[in-house]
């Protein structure tokens, strides 16, 4: 244990697979690592019938069967990672909001905030080890389970995506009532984005004492803001998270890789190749060339192509992938897709997009 009670991970089996880490510090690797979002999920014939009948929260609470969800797709793909099942929803749950998975329409708060008084329904102080600490369970069962054939990532929501769904109380075109509040209420926004910020970086630290080895932060919702929003509601909390949640680690003497997903914040790449974290993870519409030359080597990049180009025959989706590729170059990448999969996706094509990255990559990595 270390002098601030962060108690380490020990007893895992061995990694035997340790590409997706080497590739995230930009270390030389014989393949291009890959793995994909959702990579357990709904398009898994498997995974529907262990979710069959369940409530999707209830789920999340089984350690066991969050294990058994996250294993579920290394059986079939030759995958360099997996993600601990979960979602990034339990976090305003553990704060003290009511949030149902209604099935066809998605996640749904019953009592979403509405005016900046509503703040104080919140949880001021988190318990996180009581009310997440089914997550942590999940996470170490799962690198027993895992046998050490790939790291486990374990993951969190972003303060301003957690803010919009907390006050949209579920999906939403516009965000406009979310958004309301930063032009609104501004000082009540920071506060709540404080809040999570903090909330959040407990629960990270927990995820890596229970055994994650690296840690992805999903800021979903980036595009909906503009460049100026951007920097003053996201980005600031994303850099924060990443240096605190750092700093603790190096006082325990832990190195854990941290990959920032900001889908469609294009505006925001530079900063975010500048914000503490190793890994910048890019949803499609970025060419990855440009991405390459915008963050200038500082960071590795993860990512991009087009999930639905999974729906394209098996030969075009290995052209797709070898232009990716060629678009990223070996090294300091991660192949991914620019959002997570698809439920009516076909697990063949998944099947086919992990080779294509495997094959293409050590032939260019070969020829090097
Ligand atoms: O593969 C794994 O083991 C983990 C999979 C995972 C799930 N949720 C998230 C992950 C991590 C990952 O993407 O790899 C994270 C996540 N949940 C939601 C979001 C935001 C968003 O989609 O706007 C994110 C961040 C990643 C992202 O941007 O995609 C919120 C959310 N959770 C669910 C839904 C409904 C749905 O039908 O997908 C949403 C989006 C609602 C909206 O605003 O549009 C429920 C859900 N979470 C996971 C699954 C499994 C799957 O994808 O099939 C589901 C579906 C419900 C079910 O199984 O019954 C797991």
Redesign the pocket.
């Known amino acids: 244990m270390s002098k601030d009670g962060l108690i380490l991970p020990k007893d895992f089996p061995q990694l035997l697979n340790d590409t997706f880490l080497r590739a995230a510090r930009g270390e030389e690797t014989e393949h291009v690592p890959v793995w994909c ?7 898994l014939p498997e ?1 529907r019938e262990t ?1 069959a009948g369940k409530d ?1 929260f209830e789920t999340c609470r089984s350690p066991e069967t969050c294990c058994e ?2 294993l579920q ?1 290394l059986r079939r793909f030759a995958f360099d990672a ?8 339990v976090v305003p749950q553990a704060m003290g909001m009511d949030v149902q ?1 209604v ?1 066809g329409k ?2 749904t708060f019953p009592e979403p905030l509405k005016e900046p008084e509503d703040l104080q329904r919140l949880q001021t102080k988190v318990d996180v080890g009581k009310e997440l600490g089914y997550v942590f369970k999940a996470i170490t069962l799962t690198r027993h389970k895992i046998e050490g054939k790939v790291p486990l990532i374990g ?1 969190t ?1 972003a303060p301003w ?1 957690l803010m919009s ?1 907390m006050i949209e109380g ?2 939403s075109n516009t965000h406009s009532k979310a958004k309301r509040w930063l032009y609104r209420h501004p000082e009540s926004s920071h506060m709540l984005l404080r809040m999570l910020t903090d909330v959040i970086v407990e629960y990270l630290l927990g995820q890596v004492a229970a055994g994650a080895q690296a840690l992805q932060v ?1 800021e ?2 980036a595009g909906i803001l503009g460049p100026v929003e951007f920097k003053e509601f996201s980005l600031p909390y994303l850099r924060d998270i990443a240096r605190r949640v750092k700093d603790k680690l190096k006082e325990a003497g832990q190195d854990v890789p941290m990959i920032v997903f900001a ?1 469609d914040a294009h505006y925001g790449v530079e900063d975010l190749s500048q914000s503490n974290y190793e890994v910048v993870g890019l949803d499609w519409t970025i060419d990855p060339r440009s991405a390459r030359e915008r963050t200038g080597g500082k960071v590795s990049l993860q990512g991009n192509m087009d999930p639905c180009a999974l729906y394209a025959p098996k030969e075009q989706i290995s052209d797709i992938v070898k232009r990716m590729l060629e678009g990223f170059g070996t090294r300091g990448y991660i192949a991914n897709l620019g ?3 698809y ?1 009516d996706m076909d697990p063949e094509n998944v099947g086919a997009f992990v080779e294509a990255v495997h094959q293409h990559s050590k032939q260019m990595i070969k020829q090097m």
């Open positions: 979002m959702r990579q357990a999920g709904r398009y995974f979710r999707f969800l996250t797709p997996a993600i601990i099942f979960s979602d990034i929803l998975m099935p998605g996640p993951f929501g995506t769904y579920g999906g999903f979903s919702h889908k959002h997570g999969l439920p």
